[in-house]
C-alpha cells in the first residue's frame, strides 16, 4: 500500500488541492483509492468529496494518532491513501502522527523565499520520525514545487538550491493555473494527463531503486 502524506509548515501552500489531484490520478492508474482529512479546523477534502462528489471515499480523521487508528479502519481494501495533513506549524502532533505511517511524504512548496524558509522545519520532522517508525527509518519524501511561473526562473532555481542541499525534488512541477485554483469542489477529470498524474507515477516507483527519488 501507498501511504502519502502531503505537509507544509502552514496553509496555503496547495495541499489539499494536491492530495485530491494525486489520488484522483491513482484512481485512474486503476488503484482503489482513500482519502484521509486530517484538517479538522477546515475539512477541505471532505468537503470537496461531498460536493464534487469524488468517486473515492475520504474519512475525516483530525487526531494525533492517525498511525495507531488508520491500520483497522482502513484494513486492506485501498491500495492508495492521501492524507491532506493540517498545516504544521499549528498542529504538529496531527502531521508527525501521519508521517510515521506514511510511507511517502509530499511536501508542497512555492519557489519563493517565504516557502523555501518553510522546509527546514518539516524536514526536521521526517527526520524525526525515524525514530518512531517500525524499520528506524524515514518514509521516502520529496519536493513538489507548485504554483510555478514558467515564464520565470525560481521554478528551476529553487530545484537546484533544494537538490544541492541532500533533498529530493520531483521532477513534475504544478504550474499557476485556474484549473488547480478552481478545482475545489468540482469533479477531478484526466488527473493522469495534468503534472499532478506525472507526480503520482513518481511517488508510486519513489524508493524501488534504494534511494529516497
Not at 471532505?46 to 495507531?68: D, R, T
Not at 498545516?87 to 509530499?106: C, D, E, F, L, Y
Request: aromatic share 6%; charged share 20%.
Amino acid at each position: 500500500m501507498i501511504r502519502f502524506a502531503v505537509v507544509n509548515l502552514k496553509g496555503g501552500s496547495q495541499k489539499t488541492t494536491s492530495t485530491g489531484f494525486l489520488l484522483a490520478a491513482l484512481h485512474e492508474v486503476g488503484l482503489p483509492v482513500c482519502g484521509v482529512d486530517g484538517d479538522g479546523e477546515n475539512l477541505h477534502l471532505q468537503k470537496w468529496q461531498e460536493q464534487a462528489p469524488l468517486p473515492w471515499p475520504v474519512i475525516a480523521m483530525p487526531v494525533s494518532n492517525l498511525h495507531v487508528q488508520l491500520p483497522g479502519i482502513l484494513g486492506d481494501r485501498y491500495e492508495a491513501v492521501g492524507i491532506d495533513c493540517p498545516p504544521m506549524q499549528a498542529q504538529k502532533g496531527t502531521v508527525a502522527s501521519a508521517i510515521r505511517w506514511a510511507t511517502h511524504v509530499v511536501i508542497t512548496m512555492a519557489p519563493t523565499p517565504t516557502d523555501y524558509d518553510r522546509l527546514a522545519p518539516v524536514l526536521e520532522l521526517i527526520d524525526e520520525s525515524a525514530s518512531m517508525r517500525p524499520d528506524s527509518r524515514p518514509p521516502h519524501f520529496a519536493v513538489l514545487l507548485t504554483k510555478v511561473n514558467k515564464r520565470a526562473a525560481s521554478g528551476g532555481v529553487y530545484r537546484d538550491i533544494i537538490e544541492e542541499a541532500g533533498t529530493p525534488v520531483l521532477k513534475a512541477e504544478v504550474g499557476i493555473s485556474d484549473v488547480y485554483a478552481q478545482a475545489w469542489g468540482s469533479p477531478i477529470k484526466n488527473a493522469l494527463r495534468t503534472p499532478y498524474g506525472d507526480a503520482a507515477i513518481e511517488i508510486m516507483n519513489m524508493g524501488q531503486e534504494g534511494d529516497q527519488a
